[in-house]
């Protein structure tokens, strides 16, 4: 006969003890995850407020659903597919002017910017021209279809305006151009005034050499940046659709 077996241990081996703590712990920490991501707002308000009339607990607290990684991922997302759907549209836009070098679509990390010359946009009065009135009309339309804050800034070249024109300096020049293309944006296109902000740079943020007449053309400009930044929901809208700036616009 042959030598019997050894009598086994009783128990699991002690590897399978601190796996199974393991593998406990960690379908746990899934679990809860889970339950951050898949919070039900309805269920839990009636749960808090079945637990407060239980307690004699009459304060009312508002509860915000908590923002999960796959609602931000989506808002995010969608952000993105609206910037670049405008910003392919108003390229089409301003195709022509592009070509002729008379105005630029430029990506920019927080947005992207439209950029026209003084010359392509106003007359001598800062009066929108006629013959680009209403390409800039289709700009405000889209613009006004879009939540995303607006910034429109002037820009002049280092030289001082006419001593006998409506402007004393550069600062004041650039700040009534900035000011007519949102006034315009807010009569004519319906864009929502409090989206917008008017901003004078005068000539300090010149985009070529002032050494020139061609480089002080391009630095005579108006820049048109739509960012990527939104207004938060809730805010208190102080301004109406009527009480923007007053600026020249050209009259039929």
Not at 3 to 27: E, Q, R, S
Not at 103 to 123: H, K, P, S, W
Not at 127 to 156: C, D, H
Not at 220 to 232: A, D, F, N, V, Y
């Amino acid at each position: 006969m042959g030598k019997k077996c050894p009598p086994c241990k009783k128990g699991a081996p002690g590897w399978m003890v601190t796996f199974g703590d393991m593998m406990a712990l960690l379908l746990t920490f899934f679990v809860l995850l889970l339950s951050f991501a898949q919070l039900d707002i309805v269920k839990f308000e009636d749960a808090s407020g079945s637990l407060q009339d239980a307690f004699g607990v009459q304060t009312l607290q508002q509860v915000n659903p908590m923002p999960t990684g796959e609602t931000m991922m989506a808002t995010d997302f969608q952000q993105q597919i609206v910037l670049v759907h405008l910003k392919e549209k108003l390229e089409v836009i301003l195709q022509n002017e592009t070509d002729n070098g008379e105005a630029e679509v430029i990506e920019l990390e927080n947005g992207f910017m439209v950029r026209m010359t003084l010359e392509q946009l106003f007359d001598d009065s800062l009066n929108i021209r006629k013959s680009i009135k209403p390409k800039v009309q289709q700009i405000a339309t889209l613009l006004a279809e879009v939540p995303n804050m607006i910034f429109i800034s002037g820009n002049t070249d280092n030289q001082p305006p006419n001593p006998n024109g409506a402007y004393s300096n550069n600062w004041a020049l650039s700040a009534a151009m900035a000011s007519s293309i949102v006034n315009f944006l807010a009569k004519e296109g319906g864009v929502e005034p409090s989206r917008m902000q008017a901003r004078g740079l005068s000539q300090y943020s010149p985009v070529d050499t002032n050494e020139t007449e061609e480089g002080r053309a391009k630095n005579r400009r108006i820049e048109i940046l739509i960012s990527r930044e939104t207004p938060p929901i809730g805010k208190n809208q102080i301004l109406e659709k009527t009480d923007f700036i007053q600026a020249p616009v050209d009259e039929e």
